[in-house]
């Protein structure tokens, strides 16, 4: 029986927190009852066979917080992107027999609505414009290959350019396998 009250005390204070709040001079009435299962069931409204119980408010609310203006972060208008190659790597010796070769770039500060890239395999353009940075050549000759990357706004002009990196293709040679 008393693990019961003690039972009913907890349920009580804890669902003092989630009644409505109330003007903090007022007191809470609820009514509890115990269910077939000897379960204490509690409620608002007045039940045959209820027992009332009184839950005094005292009083704990949050205090009113002071709005703290926080500096705006400066957006800058006319930001200085830079693109360059994540992949492959400057000297970089790619072997692929089908002569394909993936292109990564990255922009910075961020990759905004409106830009696009397009990619020169010596210094010819060979994909894009684009909006995003990736690319795959296929087909291409096995030897040395220049890659850059140039980074167009919305009105076409060039915003940045990457620096040209040299990549090797080796292929499998029909006269010479080896």
């Not at 830009?115 to 894009?128: H, I, M, S, T, Y």
């Not at 040395?144 to 293709?169: F, N, P």
């Amino acid at each position: 029986m008393s693990r019961l009250l003690l039972l009913c005390a907890l349920l009580c204070s804890s669902l003092c927190w989630a009644l409505p709040q109330e003007k903090p001079s007022d007191d809470k009435t609820v009514f509890m009852t115990v269910d077939k299962n000897n379960v204490p069931v509690f409620s608002d409204n007045p039940s045959p066979g209820a027992t009332q119980v009184r839950i005094k408010d005292n009083g704990n609310s949050m205090l009113p917080v002071t709005p703290v203006n926080l500096p705006t972060p400066s957006v800058d208008d006319n930001p200085k992107f830079q693109v360059h190659i994540d992949k492959p790597n400057d000297q970089d010796t790619i072997r692929d027999n089908t002569g394909t070769i993936y292109v990564s770039g990255l922009v910075s500060p961020m990759f905004s609505q409106g830009l696009r890239v397009q990619l020169f395999l010596d210094n010819k353009l060979v994909a894009g414009p684009s909006g995003n940075a990736n690319f795959i050549l296929h087909d291409i000759d096995r030897g040395e290959h220049k890659l850059r990357l140039e980074l167009l706004d919305q009105s076409g002009k060039v915003i940045a350019q990457s620096t040209e990196i040299t990549v090797y293709l080796h292929r499998a040679s029909a006269i010479s396998p080896n």
